[in-house]
Structures are given as structure tokens and as C-alpha cells.
Nanobody, 113 residues
Framework: VQLQASGGGLVQAGGFLRLSCRAA?????????MGWYRQAPGKTRELVAS???????AYASSVKGRFTISRDNAENTVYLQMNSLNLEDTGIYFC???????WGQGTQVTVSS
């Protein structure tokens, strides 16, 4: 499945963004668990949120209560609603299946003070 992330941008602290991850080829319903990952400047990529086909979700402690992940298999898309953004949320956001090894370009999120 080829995945394309979009929706990033420049936002002030306290603001919000909604990221989308669409399958350009293949279907995300074939992937049991989808995740949003973040790579902050100078840091390794980390998993911030995941959602299974059954709708079970999990979040990194740093984003819990602020981010919401969802998936719409009919639209072949996974979303990440990000609220109350802070400076530490800056980074490139990628989507992938959990355990996936092929990465798309990601989408840049920059939070300014």
C-alpha cells in the first residue's frame, strides 16, 4: 500500500491541524493497525498514535488528550486531529502500518510561539 500524508503547515502554539493519510494504491483495510509517526528535528521517528481496524486507539503520552486518530476504510484514509499544538509537536509526520518498513514523504508540521 502506497500512503500519502498531507495537511501539515505552520500554526501558532495552541492551534490545531488535521492530517490526512490516503492510500494512493492498495487499501488501508488490508492493514490491521495504522499509525501516525513523528520525526522531530534531530530525533528519531516515534509513533504518536495508532488505530486498528476494530477502532481501538493508542497514543503516546506526549499527545494523549490532544490528538485523535481515526480511520475511514471506505475513504481509504486515516486522519490525525491535532489540537492544542505546542512547540514540541514540530516535526515531519508520517503514516504507515505498524511495522511497515517503506515510508512515504510525510508532511511537515511547524508550531510557532
Amino acid at each position: 500500500v502506497q500512503l500519502q500524508a498531507s495537511g501539515g503547515g505552520l500554526v501558532q502554539a495552541g492551534g490545531f491541524l488535521r492530517l490526512s493519510c490516503r492510500a494512493a494504491s492498495g487499501t488501508i483495510s488490508d492493514i490491521f493497525a495504522m499509525g501516525w509517526y513523528r520525526q522531530a528535528p534531530g530525533k528519531t521517528r516515534e509513533l504518536v498514535a495508532s488505530v486498528t481496524n476494530a477502532g481501538a486507539t493508542a497514543y503516546a503520552s506526549s499527545v494523549k488528550g490532544r490528538f485523535t486518530i481515526s480511520r475511514d476504510n471506505a475513504e481509504n484514509t486515516v486522519y490525525l486531529q491535532m489540537n492544542s499544538l505546542n512547540l514540541e509537536d514540530t516535526g515531519i509526520y508520517f503514516c504507515n502500518g505498524l511495522g511497515g518498513t517503506v515510508w512515504g514523504q510525510g508532511t511537515q508540521v511547524t508550531v510557532s510561539s
